[in-house]
């Protein structure tokens, strides 16, 4: 196997590149997926990328002493032998809403500091699954027409970031177009819809971007549109019949906080009805006590990780309970005031105290969460 | 290796690059030498025209502080220092009693600094000096041996942990002079926690040390005559970590208060947990008869009617 050496300036080539859309520097290839039809798809695809065949996958993972930033230049197209459908893992003491994650890429060429995949990753590839028929295979089995579910892609990776060369939101939104009890969320913050455009979600899939204050997402989303383009794209893919959600999280906190998140706010419904977005979340920064050592030393300049956090019931860092109850209180009102209270708010992994002093009420349980969630959206 | 008679002024003292053990404490030796003699020779090697010290430096300066001239010591005609140091290592690690954290320090930098792989000392180093193999505990340990000369004599002499070192090595060598007369008389528990704390304060504000510690309310616990050196260490910790969390501390000074202010009844303890993050808080009662705990519940029942019992309720629902 060749060692490659990185370019001193890759960064900023990553930087430019990500402007437009992501384009890896090397492509490998499992040999058992050579000839799957996904990996002629992302080939064809990424033509002008050099590509390389790997044998053993295991081993060359470990012989590759990449680090996690250097690794965002390299691209694996590999097969899950794994499952791909996972319960969202949720956190003690916290109310959880019921999700499903699909682990069909893995990684993220954006570089959020405050991103939870460089602690929880242990390697620094973008992986891409192609045995994309052995996860329909799985879905079939999983879905029982009897519940509702909430499904997403976006929780290990960014949705659609790939999705220039994957297509696979082409694949997924037909597959979950004919299912009648299932919510598809696609989670992002880039601009890459283009091969939504192309086909009908038929009411099911919600394409919901993750909206930050302009600042931070200046700052510490890095490589990343800003909130407008990302608003702005969320208004268009509306056209295609698309419902659209938001995630305000992580909210970080910082002295200009509020007049900040207040504009954003205020931008979506400048843009967007209420009637087409199917639900807001909030969250603010939480993380692993190792993902503040890790953040420090990437990101050195970086001054999230330095706000009042105390030890959570689930040993995560978080703000103190009446910092986090002032910042959701003025979300909540915000967002009541600006859609007449015609949007659905939930609040990502919060005690049922917080829920109730906010939003008046709390899930008695995950499922009523998720049910309420997929009934929403549905009868949207 | 040959064995000679060197005279200790042929001995370049300055040259630690194979030195890993900083203890510098020779009573006891010197007491033996002079008892017994030599009886271990260090291990010399040459560079530039002078010898430097392998292994046996506390032998050499013991030597040397007794007025001893001329010492034996084995020869080793090896131009390679790397392999040099790794006998030195191995050497370490099969007689030495456990290494402390400083002297494990030293021995990553010295490997990393003599031009071996990273990945190498992670992966086969690390474990042998009970560490775990990760890029972090490597970066840990290179930091640790950065520290500057008095903050690593303070760790020999047992006055500063590892954690308390761990969270030195974030700050500046001159920071670290500024720091250590503070930190020393603090308890082990306390030192890591003021450090990360001013630490943090530093790089959320922007300001500098001398900055923090010129604010008015430090400057006056540190400048007063009215506190022993203990009761001003403590407040300064209490004074830091309040401007590090101050929503946390004022609303625990305020529950502090509130308890104190209710008076509740001997026997009688109202508990919260750590961070007031949980929504209930608990109550513990101790009673030795029926008639005890009657008294106790009648006593309750009027604090749970004061205004001022609500006054914690209210409190906690503000936003
Ligand atoms: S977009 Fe999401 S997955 Fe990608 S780096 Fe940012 S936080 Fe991580």
């Keep these: 196997m060749k060692k490659f050496v990185i370019q001193k300036n890759s960064r900023n080539i990553l930087k430019e590149k990500m402007k437009y859309k992501y384009i890896p520097d090397r492509v490998f290839i499992d040999s058992e997926v050579l000839y799957h039809p996904i990996t002629v798809r992302i080939t064809n695809n990424l033509r002008k990328t050099p590509y390389e065949i790997v044998k053993n996958v295991k081993s060359f993972i470990k012989e590759f002493n990449f680090n996690y930033k250097n690794g965002k230049k390299y691209l694996l197209i590999t097969k899950q032998k794994g499952k791909f459908i996972k319960p969202c893992p949720g956190t003690p003491h916290y109310l959880c809403c019921n999700y499903y994650i699909i682990n069909l890429t893995l990684n993220c060429p954006l570089d959020c500091t405050y991103c939870i995949l460089q602690y929880y990753l242990n390697n620094p590839f973008m992986i891409i699954y192609a045995n994309i028929e052995d996860l329909f295979r799985e879905l079939d089995s999983f879905l029982s027409p009897n519940k509702f579910y909430r499904i997403g892609t976006g929780e290990l990776t960014d949705s659609l970031v790939f999705d220039h060369f994957t297509e696979f939101s082409k694949d997924l939104i037909s597959y979950f177009a004919n299912k009648n009890n299932t919510v598809f969320e696609l989670k992002t913050k880039t601009t890459n819809i283009e091969n939504l455009t192309k086909i009908n979600p038929n009411g099911k899939t919600v ?174 | 290796m040959i064995k000679k008679i060197i005279s200790i002024k042929k001995i370049n003292l300055k040259d630690d690059r194979f030195r890993i053990s900083l203890c510098n404490e020779l009573t006891l030796l010197k007491f033996s030498i002079q008892k017994f003699g030599l009886l271990k020779p260090p291990i010399l090697t040459r560079r530039n025209n002078k010898f430097i010290i392998i ?169 007063s005559r009215n506190f022993s050196q203990l009761e001003k260490i403590e407040k300064i910790i209490d004074k830091v970590r309040s401007i590090r969390y101050p929503s946390y501390t004022a609303f625990k000074k305020f529950f502090e208060l509130w308890v104190k202010e209710i008076k509740f009844p001997k026997g009688v303890n109202i508990l919260h947990d750590q961070f007031f993050e949980e929504e209930k808080l608990s109550l513990k009662i101790k009673f030795k008869n029926d008639k005890e705990l009657r008294d106790i519940l009648e006593k309750l029942e009027k604090i749970c009617n004061s205004e001022k019992f609500k006054e914690y309720f209210k409190r906690k629902d503000e936003i």
């Design chain 2, 55 to 223: 292994s046996g430096w506390r032998k050499v300066l013991a030597c040397q502080e007794l007025g001893i001239e001329k010492i034996p010591a084995f020869l080793w005609n090896e131009r390679d220092d790397l392999k040099i140091l790794l006998f030195k290592i191995h050497e370490y690690l099969t007689m030495k009693k456990e290494l402390n954290f400083l002297e494990k320090a030293q021995i990553i930098s010295k490997l990393y600094h003599f031009g071996m792989e990273k990945r190498e000392i992670i992966q086969n180093y690390l474990p042998l000096l009970k560490i775990s193999p990760s890029n972090y505990d490597f970066e840990t340990y290179l930091s640790l041996s950065e520290l500057s000369p008095s903050i690593k004599r303070a760790i020999l002499k047992g006055n500063i942990t590892f954690q308390g070192a761990r969270a030195l090595t974030k700050f500046s060598l001159s920071e670290q002079e500024f720091l250590l007369p503070i930190i020393i008389p603090m308890s082990s528990n306390y030192q890591k926690e003021f450090l990360i704390n001013v630490y943090e304060i530093l790089k959320k504000e922007g300001i500098t040390l001398d900055e923090l510690f010129s604010r008015r309310d430090l400057k006056e616990i540190i400048e």
């Design chain 1, 207 to 380: 394409v919901a971007w993750s909206l930050n204050s302009d600042r931070i997402a200046k700052n510490e989303e890095i490589n990343a549109p800003s909130n407008i383009e990302r608003i702005k794209t969320a208004k268009k893919i509306i056209s295609y019949g698309y419902k659209v959600g938001f995630h305000f999280d992580p909210i970080i906190f910082y002295p200009d906080w509020e007049k900040d998140y207040f504009k954003i706010v205020y931008n979506i419904f400048e843009n967007i009805n209420a009637e087409y977005i199917a639900w807001i979340s909030l969250g603010t920064l939480r993380f692993p006590p190792r993902l503040k050592d890790i953040i420090q030393n990437r990101f050195p300049k970086t001054k999230i990780v330095y706000d009042e956090f105390i030890i959570g019931l689930d040993g995560k860092f978080r703000y103190f309970k009446t910092l986090r109850l002032k910042i959701y209180k003025k979300f909540a009102n915000w967002i009541r005031e600006l859609s007449n209270g015609k949007v659905f708010i939930y609040l990502c992994m919060e005690s049922k105290e917080i829920w109730e002093k906010i939003l008046g009420w709390n899930p008695k349980g995950k499922r009523e969460l998720g049910d309420k969630l997929c009934k929403i959206m549905l009868a949207k």
